[in-house]
């Protein structure tokens, strides 16, 4: 009975502390550049052990019809709707058991162009699942984001992985 009882304490704990997660990100003004929406998208990944991303909170930040397309593997790319990106973090969450370890996707550079109500953001970042062996692994992404009602959403995500054939782009190398 006891070991019920702290089941149920600890489920509480975590529900709250979503909760709380929750109200505190919906209290943040939204972000009001194409890049800071990027920048916002990079942190709703982010999470840490015992968590997992608010989805309603990634959904927000794309537009209903936004295309992903993720590298897959060295030689395939997958393109996705965005109930299939998020169908793919679930799956990777899932298959790599980081909701253990929490996961990390820090940006390292961003290059944002905007223009009227359309905008493109490049950007340099590496993900990394805390307390692996292996280190960071650093992605390029392409980002078109258009503005609808005076507020930057996601349009469309392209990946790329670096490679030593295919080093990252000069404009994400160049330090600002």
Do not use: C
Not at 101 to 120: L, S
């Amino acid at each position: 009975m006891r070991n019920v009882r702290m089941v149920m304490v600890a489920l509480a704990v975590i529900a709250l502390t979503s909760v709380a997660g929750r109200i505190a990100a919906q209290a943040e003004p939204a972000p009001t550049t194409a890049d800071g929406v990027v920048r916002h998208l990079y942190d709703l990944v982010t999470f840490d052990a015992g968590t997992t991303p608010d989805w309603d909170q990634v959904r927000a930040v794309f537009i209903d019809e936004a295309v992903i397309v993720l590298r897959s593997s060295r030689t395939e790319s997958k393109v996705m709707s965005l109930d299939g990106f998020i169908q793919d973090w679930l799956d990777f969450i899932a298959r790599a058991n980081v909701i253990e370890t929490g996961f990390e996707e820090k940006i390292v550079r961003t290059v944002p162009t905007e223009f009227k109500d359309i905008a493109h953001v490049w950007v340099l970042y590496e993900a990394h699942i805390p307390g692996s062996p292996r280190p960071p692994r650093q992605g390029v992404d392409g980002f078109s984001l258009i503005r609808r009602d005076g507020k930057w959403l996601i349009a469309a995500v392209v990946n790329e992985i670096p490679d030593p054939q295919h080093p990252v782009p000069e404009v994400l190398r160049q330090e600002p």
